[in-house]
């Protein structure tokens, strides 16, 4: 009865920023009235919905652009300017924290909000092997750092008493060795 499609794209570009594509598309497998836009047949989008993030080495966001390609209602496209208010914020702790004071419910699309926490998490995967990444594991960077790692507590298998942590970043374990 009805299709959500989420893509999203990390790369590093030319100029050191880390940027990310993300998209949601909404389809229904049969034709619809939209009272706005007349008759959609199967499969053509009731939302086309996009965004785009780049940031710099420090998670500091340098552009934030949105596109409304198909919704449902002729308003919707003016929240496209929304993101430019997350341009100088940083993604970190307290990342939804942010969203939620810069960005007010009323002021912007559920669905172009939904889509910051896929992107961002692309973009920390895109960023996980560093800038020069062949022939490498995914945590020499982190290592190299010598900084906590800013997913360390971040889920079930990141966290510091686990033995991931243990193994991998010891420096910042809080696991009890075991007895015997």
């Not at 893509?7 to 940027?19: A, F, K, N, P, S």
């Not at 939302?47 to 966001?61: C, K, P, Q, V, Y």
């Not at 934030?64 to 003016?78: H, S, V, W």
Request: hydrophobic share 35%; net charge negative; glycine share 10%.
């Amino acid at each position: 009865m009805h299709r959500r499609t989420v893509e999203c794209d990390g790369y590093l570009r030319t100029d050191g920023l880390w940027e990310v594509e993300a998209r949601l598309v909404d389809t229904k497998p049969f034709a619809t009235h939209d009272r706005f836009r007349g008759a959609l047949g199967a499969g053509e989008p009731v939302h086309d919905i996009g965004l785009r993030l780049a940031i710099d080495d420090r998670l500091t966001i340098r552009e934030a652009e949105a596109t409304m390609r198909a919704t449902p209602y002729p308003t919707c496209i003016e929240v496209q300017p929304i993101l430019q208010r997350l341009v100088g914020e940083q993604i970190g702790k307290g990342w939804r924290d942010v969203l939620r004071t810069r960005i007010g419910r009323l002021e912007t699309c559920t669905h172009l909000m939904e889509l910051l926490g896929p992107a961002v998490t692309t973009l920390f995967q895109a960023m996980s092997y560093g800038k020069t990444p062949e022939g490498r594991d995914s945590h020499d960077q982190q290592r190299a750092a010598g900084e906590r790692p800013f997913f360390i507590n971040g889920c079930y298998s990141w966290r510091t008493d686990g033995p991931i942590v243990a193994e991998l970043f010891p420096q910042f374990s809080t696991r009890q060795p075991a007895d015997g």
